[in-house]
Nanobody
Framework: QVQLMESGGASVQAGGSLRLSCAAS????????MAWFRQAPGKEREGVAT????????YYADSVKGRFTISRDNAKNSWYLQMNSLKPEDTAMYYC???????????????????WGQGTQVTVSS
């Protein structure tokens, strides 16, 4: 099993920045694709970004391209989401997730993640 714990959520003004962290424990060898998702009240959960453990290849949702950056530190079993130029519509609960994929191409997708954290709240006020 893999346990994931997010941190870094906060309330910020529009235009501000936040950095979310996800720390993994347990069978950290069992995944090679990590992600961030978010879910706003009354909306479906949506994928934000993914990254692979090996090459560090990344994939972003169109809504965050150019503003958010996903990164990882394999030695710390952690990955991060740097969020800049935040907008009120970025307000959501943010979740980190992980899964095993057979090749990098499968990590260019937000489908079928099996390990999830509990979430951290991000609120952006105008």
């Amino acid at each position: 099993q893999v346990q994931l714990m997010e941190s870094g959520g906060a309330s910020v003004q529009a235009g501000g920045s936040l950095r979310l962290s996800c720390a993994a424990s347990g069978n950290t060898w069992s995944y090679n694709c990590m992600a961030w998702f978010r879910q706003a009240p009354g909306k479906e959960r949506e994928g934000v970004a993914t990254i692979t453990t090996g090459s560090g290849s990344t994939y972003y949702a169109d809504s965050v391209k150019g503003r958010f950056t996903i990164s990882r530190d394999n030695a710390k079993n952690s990955w991060y989401l740097q969020m800049n130029s935040l907008k009120p519509e970025d307000t959501a609960m943010y979740y980190c997730a992980a899964r095993a994929v057979p090749s990098i191409a499968y990590c260019y997708s937000f489908a079928t993640f099996g390990y999830w954290g509990q979430g951290t709240q991000v609120t952006v006020s105008s």
